[in-house]
Structure formats: structure tokens, C-alpha cells
């Protein structure tokens, strides 16, 4: 079995600690989003949180396979506020993940595990597709 690099399993922990708090963010959201234009939002809140679940699925198992102990930390969460305050913390989340996902592709790389790697660069596919679609709600 494949052995991970303390800094390799730390990052991969860290990453799913970011993806637990967006379920939470999101299922937030989902629950306590209100105003005109929420039903398409709501889904999309949903949406979002269900591929945020199967990231943090990946990644645990990825770090127990790899010899560590995946985290059970949840990172920061920003609930609160009207629909366009939650999609605008929404893109704000994910342009944190996409550089986030960024670093971690090229640590990946630097180590030489093309499965972290290729992990790592589907996540960072969604994330960015993801933000596009906040973008594209916003007007940006």
C-alpha cells in the first residue's frame, strides 16, 4: 500500500475539513435560503452539498488508504444573511477550495502519487464549475 507524506496527509485533511463545512454551509443554506428567486438557488445549494459530500467521501478514504486518520475538524462556516449574501459566501468558499485544490495538485505532483493527484484535479474541476455557476448568478 501507498504511503502518504505527513505534509501530503495534512493538506488532504485540511481540504476535508474545508468540504465538511461546505456540506454544512450548504445544507444551511439550502434549509434557510428565502426570496424571490430561491427555488432555483435552493436546488442548487443541494446540488452543491451532495458533490461536497462525495468529495469528503474521496478524500477520507483517500487519507486512510494512504496510512493516515481522515479528520473529523469541521472548517469555518458563514451562515446568515439574505440569498445573495449566502451565493456570494457560497463563491467565496469556492474560490478559497479552487486555489486550495491548486496547491495540493502540485504537492501531489512534487510526491509523485498520480491517484492524490488526479484525485485532487476532479475536486478542483467541480470547485471551479461550481464558482462558475455562482458567477453566472450573480451577474459576474
Known sequence: MPKGSKELLASLNEALSDE??????YMYHHVM?????SPAILDM????????????????????????????SIGPIKAGGDLTKMVQDDLEGEYRAIEMYSRYVK???????PVTR???????????????????????
Open 118 to 140: 488526479r484525485l485532487l484535479e476532479d475536486i478542483l474541476g467541480t470547485e471551479e464549475v461550481h464558482a462558475n455557476e455562482w458567477e453566472t448568478v450573480l451577474g459576474k
Open 107 to 113: 504537492l501531489a505532483e512534487k510526491e509523485d502519487d
Open 45 to 72: 445549494f443541494k446540488s452543491h452539498a451532495m458533490d461536497e459530500m462525495g468529495h469528503a467521501y474521496a478524500l477520507a478514504e483517500r487519507v486512510d488508504l494512504l496510512g493516515g486518520v481522515p479528520t473529523t
Open 33 to 37: 435560503g428565502k426570496g424571490l428567486a
Open 20 to 25: 465538511l463545512a461546505s456540506i454544512i454551509q
